[in-house]
């Protein structure tokens, strides 16, 4: 068996009387893990959507509701949980190797009988912004990406993040003890290998993320000649509110569409 191949699908009941729900088990490096699948009911081949959640363990878990908002416009999403969550093998260790799940995830969707292959689009927020990043960075068929309120900067997390940083301790280390480690993790470093468009969705007033990881993303793409799209909200913190936030949901769709 290989990586990003589908080893178990079981059916959800789902919130929404056309969308399929299952949760599915897949492998990445040799690891079970799991994640969400839901599936717009059509005969039809659709885009693929890779939803990359934020946060570690139970905090930013993929919410079911939400995935259905992005399938309701027209998506086939996957939704990763990354390694040791519900039931999944290994251990996080905050877009370490853990970015493999992301990846292989990825190719869940490339190898899905439904998905236009060359129609698969990657969505990171807050911490799966870094990890969207790192996909898109090592699949070359990835047709847009799409950071909302994402990390660029792991140092940086570290540093305006004091709440996180007994977790970041215990998994990373320090940045003066292990640079290194904090380097590997900030795409910022990879984005040269970036092949297709990248939209920043970001909230001015984040208090968890803060837009200087928004603008030293875009500024690091527009260096290396990307093409490169932002949203910044003057008013917004991390979670927008409505309708804001569906709004901004059903026009980054359209973003995506039209790359």
């Not at 009387?17 to 599936?39: A, H, M, N, Q, W």
């Not at 950071?147 to 007994?166: A, F, P, Q």
């Not at 200087?212 to 927008?240: D, M, P, S």
Request: aromatic share 12%; with cysteine; glycine share 8%.
């Amino acid at each position: 068996m290989m990586d990003g191949q589908v080893i178990e699908k079981l059916r959800l009941p789902s919130p929404h009387p056309r969308i399929k729900l299952y949760f599915v088990t897949y492998l990445s490096d040799g690891l079970k893990v799991k994640g969400y699948l839901t599936e717009p009911e059509t005969d039809e081949k659709l885009p693929g959507f890779l939803y990359l959640r934020g946060g570690i363990k139970n905090v930013g878990m993929p919410r079911i509701a939400r995935l259905i908002q992005f399938s309701a416009e027209g998506f086939i999403v996957f939704a990763p949980f990354y390694r040791g969550n519900k039931g999944g093998e290994g251990q996080e260790d905050f877009a370490g190797h853990d970015r493999n799940d992301a990846i292989n995830a990825c190719l869940v969707l490339h190898n899905h009988a439904k998905v236009q292959k060359h129609h698969i689009h990657l969505f990171g927020f807050s911490r799966g912004g870094a990890m969207a990043l790192f996909t898109a960075a090592s699949l070359g068929f990835v047709r847009s990406t799409v950071c909302w309120n994402g990390v660029s900067d792991m140092k940086l997390t570290y540093e305006e993040r004091i709440d996180l940083r007994r977790m970041m301790k215990r998994v990373i280390g320090t940045p003066t003890k292990y640079p290194d480690r904090y380097d590997w993790r900030t795409p910022l470093n990879t984005t040269a290998k970036i092949l297709c468009p990248v939209l920043i969705i970001h909230g001015v007033k984040d208090e968890h993320v803060s837009i200087e990881h928004g603008y030293r993303l875009e500024a690091n793409l527009k260096e290396q000649g990307k093409k490169v799209e932002t949203w910044y909200f003057e008013k917004f913190i991390h979670f927008f509110p409505e309708p804001d936030n569906r709004n901004t949901v059903v026009q980054l769709t359209e973003w995506m569409k039209r790359q």
